[in-house]
Every structure is written in structure tokens, then in C-alpha cells.
């Protein structure tokens, strides 16, 4: 498996997804491979990093929010259309 997307449910009650989300911010920042798509999809390349998806597992796990796993067993590829996601401040975790 080349890579997945993480996607985590937000709860109904944000007590815990604010928790889960500055975790995972924090936890996420200085990793290679992980770029955040939305509020609550990260896209993980396994060839940079695996520790950013058990970070994510043990943070959803800890606060009880829900997530999904869409894993991809080549590299995503982006279509082009004018969409860079290299370009989105804010979102890249390098």
C-alpha cells in the first residue's frame, strides 16, 4: 500500500474534536508525507511516513471520534485542472 486517506467524523459534540484535532496538529507538523486535505482528511504517503497514521488512530481512539481509511495501493495522482495541493497554506505538513 503506497498511501491513504484518513477520514475522521466530527462528533456532534466538539469538546472532543477540538482535543483530537490540536493533537493531531501538533503531533502532525514536523512529518514528512502527511498533507491535510480538509478540517478532517489527511492524505498519508506510507513511502515518507507510517507514524503519522498511528498518531491518528491512537488520537481518534483517545477522544472516541470515528474515522475511515481509503488506502491506495499506487501513488494518487492529481488531475490537472489548475488544483495544486503544494499550494494550500496551512494544510502541508513537511
Known amino acids: 500500500m503506497h498511501s491513504a486517506i484518513f477520514v475522521a467524523s466530527i462528533p ?3 469538546g472532543n474534536w477540538e482535543t483530537f484535532l490540536m493533537y ?3 503531533e ?12 478532517n482528511i ?3 504517503n506510507f513511502e ?7 498518531l491518528l488512530i491512537a488520537a481518534a481512539d483517545s477522544q472516541k471520534v470515528s474515522y ?8 494518487p495522482e492529481w488531475l490537472p485542472g489548475g488544483f495544486d495541493p503544494n499550494t494550500i497554506q ?3 505538513y513537511r
Open 12 to 14: 456532534k459534540e466538539h
Open 24 to 26: 493531531a496538529e501538533n
Open 28 to 39: 502532525l507538523k514536523m512529518k514528512k508525507g502527511v498533507l491535510r486535505l480538509a478540517e
Open 42 to 44: 489527511w492524505l498519508l
Open 48 to 54: 515518507e511516513t507510517l507514524t503519522a497514521l498511528g
Open 68 to 75: 475511515g481509511l481509503l488506502p491506495f495501493e499506487h501513488a
Open 90 to 92: 496551512g494544510r502541508i
